[in-house]
């Protein structure tokens, strides 16, 4: 599976927001923002972070996409 921080970039705009705002809004390092700029994991505490200083819920900054069959 990947994941997707569309939404998250879409609810940035909508608040008027920046990468840099988010970053210290948050308190996630440059590393991190990299990260979510390139649509790579990233740990819950971060995910958690952000919804509660946006006020949302964590469907409202990403999601997850089925990339074909997986092998267990």
Do not use: H
């Not at 927001?17 to 979510?36: E, P, Q, S, V």
């Not at 919804?51 to 409202?60: A, F, T």
């Amino acid at each position: 599976m990947n994941v997707s921080y569309n939404k998250l970039w879409k609810l940035m705009i909508d608040k008027n927001m920046n990468k840099g705002d988010l970053r210290k809004l948050a308190g996630i390092g440059t590393n991190t923002l990299a990260k979510l700029s390139k649509n790579q994991p990233v740990s819950m505490e971060v995910l958690l972070k952000m919804c509660e200083k946006l006020d949302c819920d964590i469907s409202d900054i990403c999601e997850f996409i089925k990339t074909g069959e997986e092998t267990i």
